[in-house]
């Protein structure tokens, strides 16, 4: 059996499909899948809203009088019915263009590339 972890998910090639361990906790069939995009939440609604309803912008620092917002870097997979599943990459808050932002945004990349592959072959 093919497996490839990642902090968030897994990959079971065998029965094409991925299991998100941080995020909505569920297993998804890859030809389920429509579209996966990588966002940043902010930390605060995590867990409280639909996911990624409140997104901080990449790239694009912005400060409010109490500083800029935290966040968690995921991504935002929308499956073929429209419902959204989340995998947050970011295990703790972050702020952009740190250190920990850019690695999770790396780990992120990563984790698009092999979804998108894997549904191009389901």
Do not use: W
């Amino acid at each position: 059996m093919t497996t490839k972890h990642f902090k968030c998910l897994e990959f079971d090639d065998l029965n094409q499909q991925l299991k998100i361990k941080i995020g909505t906790n569920e297993t998804i069939k890859y030809n389920e899948i429509d579209k996966v995009s990588i966002l940043n939440e902010e930390a605060k609604f995590r867990g409280k809203t639909k996911p990624f309803s409140h997104q901080v912008l990449g790239g694009t620092t912005f400060y409010t009088l109490l500083g800029e917002p935290s966040l968690y870097v995921g991504l935002k997979i929308v499956l073929k019915d429209q419902s959204i599943c989340a995998a947050y990459v970011s295990d703790r808050k972050t702020r952009v263009n740190t250190d920990i932002y850019r690695e999770d945004r790396q780990e992120a990349e990563k984790i698009k590339k092999a979804i998108i592959r894997r549904m191009d072959h389901a």
